[in-house]
């Protein structure tokens, strides 16, 4: 394969992605069943071929089989004969497993903290008052040195903040019980749903999702999401996470010859569900941005409506497969749908869109000069790679042989709020108990307790051990009043 070009599809003759615009965003879009998976492992076979390492989730269970060579599929094989693809081969590529339960893939983490209160409001469905108060418990939080890494970390900190709100409003603001009542709740749904197993250390390393194989191969990092899907709002809130990440820890490189990495969204519509304004736009700042971080994001997709109109012009690259025009309301989407595409004056672009075969798209892609192509009514390629998912077996036998294998499995567990707060409540009690007769003491409480006498109080409930962690915030994370050192 020319490592300028990636073939993506076949119309009367080759219609090629460039590898120099493959930054630029894209967008794979069509109904159920039309062919977008099929779509998306010929893209990523393709760009680990030239050496670029692909993110991709897998929500149906259906891509483990990039690992290995095809063969398999009488239909793959008519396609290869209709294309008259002669020499047309199957192969296998470099995968890594992931997985946030540990069960299908290496684990997946960050730290509460690293995700920040912004994203974390989606994920524990707040509303804006309950928002705005998880933001004042993570000032409070950096404020206090009291580090963020896990769920029990942040149950114990909520349940500092609340009894000891009269504290907090002069410098903070107003804390209600309310609030406080519903974070609460809202944290032990998520560990009951196993959101504990999400935060922790040690925590994702992206370098770790940006790496070529031996021969120079890009590796495929599959994210195994059938059972996280069932919580659409924290799948779709930890690939947004994934992303602010690399727009925040990459370096400026401008259009590099090939991307440094493609990240496929898949099911990208539950991003955009019933999400607040101030979030819509940072993920439009962050798709805007990171192209010249080297990343190269492509959404999946049923309709390109459902992706607001600020992100959707930003998608250069464009793959449309079949829609379905039964209603007026499909037959308005069909008719959006083909005025993104620029015109071809011999192509019926709107009828062609519910005439398309399972396998056929229409495609458009930038040009050398970053122009959108005019749209043709092409024949997608097909995958060299086997279409039926791995067995057991195979899947565990690459997790096992892993350049990172053993790395993400072994859960650390440090120091940080919950453990300090609960050492500081251990040392309250034993001072209090020494100088329980004492006059002194009594004057002193008389007084008034200090506000670590509080933290320490407030957090007689809590209990474990850990070691320090400098506390960050990432480019969403640190909305809200967070920073990172």
Same mark, same amino acid.
């Given at each position: 394969?020319?490592?300028?070009?990636?073939?993506?599809?076949?119309?009367?003759?080759?219609?090629?992605?460039?590898?120099?615009?493959?930054?630029?965003? !894209?967008?794979?879009?069509?109904?159920?069943?039309?062919?977008?998976?099929?779509?998306?492992?010929?893209?990523?076979?393709?760009?680990?071929?030239?050496?670029?390492?692909?993110?991709?989730?897998?929500?149906?269970?259906?891509?483990? !089989?990039?690992? %290995?060579?095809?063969?398999?599929?009488?239909?793959?094989?008519?396609?290869?004969?209709?294309?008259?693809?002669?020499?047309?081969?199957?192969?296998?590529?470099?995968?890594?497993?992931?997985?946030?339960?540990?069960?299908?893939?290496?684990?997946?983490?960050? @730290?509460?903290?690293?995700?920040?209160?912004?994203?974390?409001?989606?994920?524990?469905?707040?509303?804006?008052?309950?928002?705005?108060?998880?933001?004042?418990?993570?000032?409070?939080?950096?404020?206090?040195?009291?580090?963020?890494?896990?769920?029990?970390?942040?149950?114990?900190?909520?349940?500092?903040?609340?009894?000891?709100?009269?504290?907090?409003?002069?410098?903070?603001?107003?804390? =209600?019980?309310?609030?406080?009542?519903?974070?609460?709740?809202?944290?032990?749904?998520?560990?009951?749903?196993?959101?504990?197993?999400?935060?922790?250390?040690?925590?994702?390393?992206?370098?770790?999702?940006?790496?070529?194989?031996?021969?120079?191969?890009?590796?495929?990092?599959?994210? =195994?999401?059938?059972?996280?899907?069932?919580?659409?709002?924290?799948?779709?809130?930890?690939?947004?996470?994934?992303?602010?990440?690399?727009?925040?820890?990459?370096?400026?490189?401008?259009?590099?010859?090939?991307?440094?990495?493609?990240?496929?969204?898949?099911?990208?519509?539950?991003?955009?569900?019933?999400?607040?304004?101030?979030?819509?736009?940072?993920?439009?700042?962050?798709? $805007?941005?990171?192209?010249?971080?080297? %990343?190269?994001?492509?959404?999946?997709?049923?309709?390109?409506?459902?992706?607001?109109?600020?992100?959707?012009?930003?998608?250069?690259?464009?793959?449309?497969?079949?829609?379905?025009?039964?209603?007026?309301?499909? +037959?308005?989407?069909?008719?959006?749908?083909?005025?993104?595409?620029?015109?071809?004056?011999?192509?019926? @672009?709107? $009828?062609?869109?519910?005439?398309?075969?399972?396998?056929?798209?229409?495609?458009?892609?930038?040009? !050398?000069?970053?122009?959108?192509?005019?749209?043709?009514?092409?024949?997608?390629?097909?995958?060299?790679? $086997?279409? @039926?998912?791995?067995?057991?077996?195979?899947?565990?036998?690459?997790?096992?042989?892993?350049?990172?294998?053993?790395?993400?499995?072994?859960?650390?567990?440090?120091?940080?709020?919950?453990?300090?707060?609960? +050492?500081?409540?251990?040392?309250?009690?034993? @001072?209090? +108990?020494?100088?329980?007769?004492?006059?002194?003491?009594?004057?002193?409480?008389?007084?008034?307790?200090?506000?670590?006498?509080?933290?320490?109080?407030?957090?007689?409930?809590?209990?474990?051990?850990?070691?320090?962690?400098?506390?960050?915030?990432?480019?969403?994370?640190?909305?809200?009043?967070?920073?990172?050192?």
């Amino acid at each position: 394969m020319n490592a300028g070009e990636l073939i993506i599809a076949r119309a009367k003759d080759d219609v090629p992605l460039l590898a120099h615009m493959a930054n630029r965003h !894209g967008l794979i879009a069509g109904a159920t069943g039309t062919g977008k998976t099929v779509t998306l492992r010929v893209m990523a076979e393709s760009f680990s071929e030239i050496g670029v390492p692909v993110f991709m989730a897998d929500v149906k269970g259906d891509l483990s !089989g990039v690992a %290995v060579p095809g063969g398999d599929n009488a239909k793959v094989k008519e396609r290869a004969r209709q294309l008259g693809l002669d020499e047309f081969s199957y192969r296998g590529y470099p995968v890594i497993f992931w997985d946030v339960f540990g069960e299908l893939g290496h684990p997946v983490r960050t @730290t509460v903290s690293e995700m920040g209160p912004l994203l974390l409001s989606r994920i524990l469905h707040l509303n804006e008052v309950q928002s705005g108060v998880l933001s004042l418990v993570f000032k409070i939080a950096d404020d206090h040195g009291m580090l963020l890494l896990d769920l029990k970390d942040l149950r114990a900190m909520v349940q500092f903040v609340g009894e000891n709100a009269a504290q907090f409003t002069t410098a903070y603001g107003n804390i =209600s019980a309310a609030s406080v009542g519903a974070i609460q709740r809202s944290l032990l749904a998520l560990e009951e749903q196993g959101g504990s197993m999400l935060f922790g250390e040690p925590a994702l390393n992206l370098a770790d999702i940006m790496q070529t194989d031996a021969d120079g191969k890009g590796y495929v990092n599959i994210f =195994s999401a059938e059972k996280l899907f069932h919580s659409p709002h924290v799948y779709a809130t930890l690939l947004l996470w994934m992303l602010s990440e690399l727009f925040e820890q990459l370096p400026e490189v401008g259009d590099p010859p090939k991307p440094k990495l493609v990240f496929f969204f898949d099911e990208a519509h539950v991003l955009f569900e019933d999400i607040p304004k101030i979030l819509v736009d940072k993920i439009e700042q962050v798709v $805007r941005l990171i192209r010249s971080k080297g %990343v190269g994001v492509y959404f999946i997709t049923q309709n390109p409506l459902d992706l607001p109109d600020a992100v959707l012009g930003q998608l250069g690259n464009r793959i449309q497969h079949a829609l379905r025009a039964f209603t007026a309301k499909d +037959q308005k989407a069909v008719k959006a749908a083909a005025e993104t595409f620029r015109q071809n004056p011999v192509l019926d @672009t709107q $009828r062609a869109i519910t005439e398309l075969g399972v396998g056929e798209a229409l495609v458009s892609f930038l040009d !050398g000069k970053g122009s959108p192509s005019v749209v043709e009514r092409a024949l997608v390629m097909p995958p060299r790679s $086997r279409l @039926t998912p791995l067995e057991a077996s195979e899947r565990s036998r690459i997790i096992h042989q892993s350049v990172i294998a053993g790395h993400y499995e072994k859960v650390v567990d440090r120091e940080s709020a919950y453990e300090t707060l609960r +050492q500081r409540a251990e040392e309250l009690a034993r @001072t209090q +108990q020494e100088m329980a007769t004492s006059e002194e003491r009594a004057r002193q409480k008389s007084q008034g307790r200090t506000i670590f006498e509080a933290v320490a109080k407030s957090a007689a409930h809590a209990i474990g051990s850990q070691i320090g962690r400098q506390i960050v915030r990432g480019v969403l994370g640190s909305l809200l009043g967070g920073r990172r050192k």
